[in-house]
């Protein structure tokens, strides 16, 4: 095979003078988190609020989070990206619209970014926080109101504190294919992993180094997402469910 | 490259050069016969070198260079059926593709320099053009200087962003560089406002100006940064095929066959919006057509 | 108020939808189809009783799954013709081109989550059925070919339709090989006449009426198999 084998290229300086190759892949994960974490932030608020919604027996409230849920889950992430980023400063007003296309490049790409990935992850948050309280017997409404609580002070005692429970493992997978997603944005000019290790592979031509260690990067995260879900199952599960751990131990 | 890659690849060279007796074919020339076809990889959008018309065609100064090219491989095969596929390719895609035998020429707008020879051979030159940018005349930028701690942008996989970004860091200029994926989504970022400055070859810049939706708004750059001559792309280490476009080429130069092409597309009304970039042959050029030279170092061309 | 010039939607029409959107579903078609087949198959060797068939599926199928759509296409687009001179033997990369190495990269990378979709199909066929098999003298694939992946495949065909729709809008990343898929089409309309605006509200219009006409379809069809059961 006619390929030229470096792999210690990533301890040699990066192009734009800033470091090694190593620390822009290094920049490139910690983009690629921050990105992750701000837009799981807005889809888990958004989506546990448009979830609620839609199993509230408000019709209007239902039709609002379905009809949400299908614009956002039909249009693809990509062109979801491309709306915020090239479409949107163009439909503002134009003082607004260009101090928008103004903002230094990382934030040009990474606050459309953000937004984008929240908006279209809490589509699918809210199809899940709907599949967990849809999951609850419906005694537990009906609890609820026996005790005297209002509908929200139900969802808010009763209902969602078992339902996000129930909710975990599903969350984690979306967890798990938001961080997936933070790539699509490297289209938008945001400089995340994949960007980093395409950078590292545009200017050294080291093409399988590159993304080989990009692979790996996003393994050990994923493990890593993993392993921190299934500590939280284990913190908040309620004695008596199915998941349960006991802290003692097993019996 | 270090000395250990070298030795690898020379000792390739060796082996496919041992392999040669005079009726046998290697390399690209094999696989060109055995396939029974060419893949040229061609541009989207490098007016008016390579890249598409609103028929879709592909269409270029570079393309008629590289049909002549293949005329010359299918008289040295004696195989005039040999078919041309055409695959695009972008700035940054293109070195790749060539390494990994997606396309065997590529006929567009690319830099031949020394670093690049590292990876892939190049043809007599058919073009010199030098590296400017382009601004929106409102702006009044002129020099590198003015660009400080300003927005550019330019295009992925080119010596122009390389240039670009290693300047940035010699002399702190402190600009944030955008990368485009290709010219027009660069050019793009001028246009719509998103970056000050787009630096690419000012032959590129010239084709993209002339054809934008307002070509009085922007101003090409009067300082050059550096020279660019730009070459048809093949692969490394293939002697035969390497001498077949090489021939081809020289004599396309020296016979002055290369007159009606230039004209065609320099100096006519070319498509999609008929405009004419009314470029006569830089002295540079004459000197090149002249003499055809294959060399990366850009003193030569001064 | 910007001037949008929409007729530009017109004047392209044809462009975006014979070169772009027989692109976009040629590709889908095809992935949809061997990704399923090829999934069905690492299914099957997950759930087998032989370590040396589960470990590489289980290995397999957990890789793809944990990195990112983009990477996977950056990968197979520089990496298919060096392996496919490795396991023919050529001294050189064989030549793919850009449409080949897309199929064959949605192909391997959509296999892998129709195999977990295949692998709950499977496992949702009760043993009874297979034992049922053994017993009138069927072996293993005979029983799988007849009795279990059939009935898993019917259970499934919601779902499985569902990852379809969702590979028909992953389509959209060959945008970074730039393939003339129908994103790509709009993209490349959008930078030539400078009408971001137009094509890409245009292309987000198309793909939601796709998509969305796609998964009521799917509704419908799950309420007729529903019935049935």
Not at chain 3, 21 to 27: A, C, G, K, N
């Amino acid at each position: 095979m006619n390929y030229n084998w470096n792999w210690k290229v990533f301890w040699d300086m990066a192009a734009d003078g800033t470091g090694t190759w190593g620390m822009t892949l290094f920049y490139g994960v910690l983009w690629s988190l921050a990105t992750a974490f701000c837009a799981g932030v807005i889809a888990f608020l958004l989506g546990s609020m448009l979830g609620v919604m839609r199993t509230t027996p408000n019709k209007w409230a239902v039709m609002i989070g379905n009809a949400y849920v299908e614009l956002f889950r039909n249009i693809p992430l990509l062109v979801q990206l491309f709306l915020w980023f090239f479409v949107l400063p163009e439909l503002l007003p134009k003082a607004l619209g260009t101090a928008i296309k103004q903002m230094p490049p990382p934030w040009a790409s990474f606050v459309p970014a953000v937004i984008g990935l929240g908006l279209f992850t809490a589509a699918r948050v809210s199809e899940q926080v709907k599949a967990g309280i849809q999951s609850l017997p419906r005694g537990q409404f009906m609890a609820g109101t026996a005790l005297g609580l209002t509908l929200p002070q139900s969802y808010r005692f009763v209902v969602l504190p078992m339902a996000f429970r129930v909710i975990l493992p599903p969350l984690t997978s979306e967890t798990m294919n938001l961080i997936k997603n933070t790539s699509v944005a490297l289209t938008i000019g945001l400089l995340e992993l994949t960007a980093a290790a395409r950078s590292l592979q545009e200017f050294t031509f080291q093409v399988f180094e590159a993304f080989t260690a990009a692979t790996l990067i996003y393994i050990a995260v994923n493990l890593g997402v993993v392993t921190l879900m299934r500590w939280l199952e284990k913190s908040v599960s309620v004695p008596g469910f199915i998941g349960h751990v006991p802290a003692g131990g097993a019996h | 490259m270090n000395l250990s890659s070298k030795i690898v690849l020379a000792s390739v060279a060796v082996t496919f050069a041992a392999g040669v007796c005079a009726q046998e074919l290697t390399g690209t020339l094999k696989k060109i016969k055995e396939s029974g076809s060419i893949t040229i990889g061609h541009r989207d959008s490098s007016i008016p070198f390579s890249y598409y018309d609103d028929k879709q065609q592909v269409i270029g100064y570079a393309m008629d260079i590289c049909m002549k090219v293949v005329d010359a491989v299918r008289t040295e095969l004696k195989a005039p059926g040999i078919k041309v596929v055409l695959n695009p390719v972008t700035s940054a895609t293109r070195i790749p593709l060539m390494a990994n035998g997606t396309i065997d020429l590529e006929c567009g707008s690319t830099t031949n320099s020394i670093d690049r020879q590292k990876q892939v051979a190049f043809t007599n030159t058919h073009f010199v053009t030098a590296n400017r940018f382009v601004s929106k005349k409102a702006d009044n930028f002129k020099t590198l200087a003015d660009l400080k701690g300003k927005t550019v942008v330019s295009t992925a996989g080119t010596t122009n962003i390389k240039w670009l970004t290693e300047e940035n860091a010699a002399k702190g200029l402190g600009m944030n560089i955008l990368t485009g994926k290709d010219h027009a989504e660069a050019f793009l970022m001028v246009e719509t406002g998103r970056a000050s400055a787009f630096f690419m070859d000012d032959i590129l810049l010239a084709s993209l100006v002339a054809g934008s939706k307002a070509p009085s708004d922007y101003v090409v750059g009067a300082e050059a940064y550096s020279i660019e001559p730009y070459g048809i792309m093949m692969r490394r280490d293939d002697p035969a095929f390497k001498k077949v476009v090489d021939n081809a080429t020289a004599t396309l130069y020296k016979s002055g066959a290369i007159a009606p092409i230039y004209a065609k597309w320099f100096q006519g009304k070319i498509p999609p919006k008929d405009i004419n970039l009314a470029l006569a042959p830089s002295p540079q050029l004459a000197r090149v057509f002249a003499n055809p030279t294959d060399s990366g170092d850009p003193a030569v061309y001064k | 108020m910007v001037d949008f010039d929409f007729d530009v939607i017109q004047r392209s029409f044809v462009y975006l939808f014979r070169e772009g959107m027989t692109f976009t579903l040629t590709l889908t078609a095809m992935a949809a189809a061997g990704g399923i087949i090829l999934g069905t198959l690492l299914a099957m060797m997950r759930l087998s009783s032989y370590k040396w068939l589960s470990l590489p599926a289980t290995a397999y199928v957990n890789l793809i799954r944990s990195i990112p759509l983009l990477l996977v296409i950056f990968w197979f687009y520089f990496l298919v013709p060096y392996i496919g001179a490795w396991i023919i033997g050529s001294p050189t990369p064989i030549k793919v081109g850009a449409f080949a190495s897309s199929v064959i990269t949605f192909t391997l990378f959509e296999a892998a989550y129709y195999s977990e979709i295949m692998r709950a199909g499977i496992q949702s066929i009760s043993r009874g059925q297979v034992s049922a098999g053994y017993a009138i003298g069927l072996n293993y694939w005979q029983t799988m070919g007849t009795i279990v992946l059939p009935q898993a495949f019917r259970n499934m065909v919601p779902i499985l339709l569902t990852q379809t729709i969702i590979l028909f809008q992953d389509t959209s990343l060959v945008y970074v090989l730039s393939l003339t898929d129908f994103l790509g089409a709009a993209s490349k309309v959008a930078q030539r006449d400078g009408r971001l605006v137009e094509m890409y509200i245009f292309a987000a219009l198309v793909y939601f009426v796709i998509s969305f006409g796609l998964s009521q379809l799917v509704k419908r069809l799950q309420h007729k198999i529903a019935i049935i059961r």
